[in-house]
């Protein structure tokens, strides 16, 4: 008998799993991707919110700013990289700076730090590249940036360490109550527990629905994302924001953790829970709006464009996460500022299930994990220590990250390791610069299929049927 289920494998559910890895619990979590983190939180703007703009009151508010609080820590602990650079919010007129008093107000009361309302000669002296026609700007120094992926793979790693049991490529189609515990039905076998997680993301509602009397309704929110060039990252350091509306917060610009800059997201509600695509017409309105904040912006440097999906619930502003039935918790309408408020929503499931089980605390628990560092961010006395024992780490294959063979293999190998394309990418960054791994994509595939065993036509770029290269009558095409 299991204790713990969780459904979902990205950032909620991992902040959950290394959350109950302090406790003397049997816990599993379940993944129907190969790889965890390959939902909505690999398309993500990668902040680290202060909190000013969840309304007050809510849990989202709670959430945001408790989660914002524990990233110094979790950072440290975790050996990821993070930055609070701040945020602006800009305003270009009376009635906006109006609105920017009302929502530094807001988050005073959601208890957010040091906001500071800004002059124009102060946005300027900050962000030199600002419309000159800004009037003023709410600054929040305790605004951050990290990436979700790297995030999400340090909290499965860490839960992993402290004995998580990770299942991926496995999808929950049912779930039973029975008077003792729930039977978890899936794609390869029927699992038993104590309490489930519902952390299914945009899946969430079905997984609610099986079992919640209360019914919910997950309608996407489709983001679209223009990232640009390293060369570009002296435009920008703060995240800037025009002022958010009832979609959500508006067309950003930001520097992201590997020195590119993202512009965007779009807010678009659709009813496709698959629907990645991109659509010119709606790249070209980000870039409109974007230039309100930043004109001319050099979108010749553009290296891809990418689509997101939010769990946002129909109808619903706030977070649900609560226990629906007895030992059956769910966290519905994880949408922004989610990735902030992961490591809170954690702590809050938590607490919750500590509360129904009543586990010891585990006396062996690991909070740190072993760093995973990039050949090229190491000291130039440790790249000839790792030379002298290892030469693949000299031998650099994607070219515009400067990975090399052995950051790539040791990708592989960590806890919960990567077992795709996309795994490599996004935890070793192999493939993710200007060429977009159209010159390393052949290696990436040879590497990956003898690390893993696979033939290279079984390598695939996210799992399911993303194969790279097709099998006939005995030889490659």
């Known amino acids: 008998m299991i204790d713990v289920i969780i459904i979902g494998g990205g950032v909620v559910g991992t902040a959950v799993a290394y959350e109950l890895s302090k406790y003397k619990l049997k816990t599993m979590l379940l993944e129907k991707n190969q790889e965890v983190g390959m939902g909505t939180t690999k398309a993500n703007s990668g902040i680290v919110h202060a909190g000013y703009d969840c309304k007050s009151g809510t849990l989202k508010a709670k959430l945001n700013v408790r989660g914002n609080a524990l990233f110094d820590e979790l950072a440290q602990n975790l050996n990821i990289h993070f930055r609070r650079n701040g945020s602006l919010v800009l305003a270009f007129s ?3 700076i109006d609105a920017l008093n009302k929502l530094k107000a807001q988050g005073e009361t959601n208890g957010v730090k040091g906001l500071r309302l800004l002059s124009q ?16 700007a709410l600054y929040a120094p305790t605004a951050g940036i990290v990436f979700g992926s790297e995030l999400t793979y340090a909290l499965a790693e860490a839960a992993y360490a402290n004995g998580v049991v990770f299942h991926l490529n496995i999808e929950v189609y049912a779930i039973k109550k029975t008077e003792e515990y729930y039977e978890v039905q899936t794609n390869k076998e ?60 508006g067309i950003l610009i930001l520097p992201t953790i590997h020195d590119n800059v993202l ?53 619903h502003y706030d977070f649900v996460i609560e226990e629906v039935n007895a030992g059956f918790i769910t966290a519905l309408g994880i949408d922004s500022p989610g990735l902030t408020a992961a490591p809170a929503i954690g702590e809050h499931i938590r607490d919750l299930i500590v509360a129904y089980l009543k586990p010891a605390e585990n006396p062996d628990f690991i909070k740190t994990r072993e760093e995973m560092p990039l050949f090229h961010e190491l000291s130039l006395d440790k790249q000839k220590e790792l030379l002298a024992i290892n030469p693949t780490y000299g031998t650099v294959i994607c070219r515009c990250e400067k990975i090399t063979k052995q950051d790539i293999t040791q990708s ?38 003898r690390e893993t065993g696979v033939k290279p036509w079984e390598v695939t770029k996210c799992g399911g049927d993303s194969y790279v290269l097709v099998e006939e009558k005995g030889g490659l095409i």
């Open 94 to 96: 009376e009635e906006e």
């Open 412 to 449: 592989i190998h960590r806890p919960v390791g990567a077992t795709t394309l996309d795994g490599i990418k996004f935890r070793a960054r192999a493939g993710s610069g200007r060429c977009q791994a159209g010159f390393c994509t052949t290696k990436l595939i040879e590497i990956l299929a």
């Open 190 to 249: 029927t699992y038993f527990a104590k309490t489930i997680v519902n952390a299914a993301g945009l899946y969430s509602d079905d997984v609610n629905n099986w079992v919640s009397v209360q019914k919910y309704r997950i309608k996407p929110r489709k983001g679209e994302y223009f990232l640009l060039d390293k060369s570009a990252k002296h435009i920008v350091d703060k995240t800037l924001f025009q002022l958010p509306t009832e979609k959500g917060k």
């Open 121 to 136: 000669s102060e946005v300027l002296d900050m962000e030199p590249h600002i419309n000159p026609e800004v009037m003023a």
């Open 263 to 315: 512009i965007g997201p779009s807010a678009e509600h659709i009813n496709d829970k698959a629907d990645l695509s991109t659509n010119q017409d709606t790249l070209s309105r980000n870039i409109e709006i974007a230039s309100r904040s930043i004109p001319n912006l050099p979108m010749n440097l553009t290296i891809t464009t990418f689509t997101g999906l939010r769990a946002s619930l129909e109808n």
